[in-house]
């Protein structure tokens, strides 16, 4: 059976929602025009001349590191830790006379939520959240879980109940870049037998994963929230480039704050 009804369409985040998410009742929720279209246009105009700018190798080309790449190198973990608040004030800035998305998504969680949301920390410093991920023409996303226990051992990862990924769509492709998500989890169990083929759970063939997926295809001002543990990709961009704010939401239990980081 197609997967689409586990695709969930609403106008707000809450409680229910969110939990849904949380326990695969959905494995993606999508909140169309999130963040105005008008402001995402002028937001991913002045990143994208940024990022231009100072462009490096890689999947994709983004502004600061992703904490997976900085778990094993303690000086880059340092960066990216001094990196929060610069950040943070840096989307201010680049949004300003509107409102951060960054900010509109950190408040929609924390009203949403009964425990409110928060900034991951690490040994008592907070964790950027809002990296932005340029996609060029021919660049893709391989079918990959986000796991944070398999990246980091750490008891606040491994106290993690569940993790989103969750990306606000400032520019989409004009052919190719969706978002496909499987409604199938590769368990820890399973995934140990092949953690060595498939380094940070990325990169899994699409034979080993069910044939019907939830392919979406995002606007811009989208919110897309989705449970990470599912595989996901996202599909060669053939036409055109896109530009997202993203990252992840940690849940620990209903009445503790979800933890945002990038
Ligand atoms: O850019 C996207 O559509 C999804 C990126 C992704 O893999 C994630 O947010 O976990
Ligand atoms: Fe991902």
Redesign the pocket.
Known sequence: MSPNHKLVTVDTLDEKVLGDLLSLESVAVRVPEFYDAMYCKALADLLYQEIDDTAGAGIYESNIDSFWNVTQDPGRRERYLASTLPLLNRMRRLSAPHPSPVDHLRVALDESWPGGSTLMTLNGSKMPLGIT?V?RTGSE?LP?Q?VLRREFDDPMAHSLLGQL???I?LDTADEGGE?EVWDHVISDEEYQGMADKYPGSYGYPRDILPEESVLIS?EPGDL?L?N?ACA?A?RKITAGR?I?V?G?VGNYGTDLPLRCWS
Do not use: C, K
């Open positions: 991920r996609w996303g990959h986000d990924g969750v990306n769509y978002l995002p897309i989705i990470a996901h996202i896109r997202t993203s992840f």
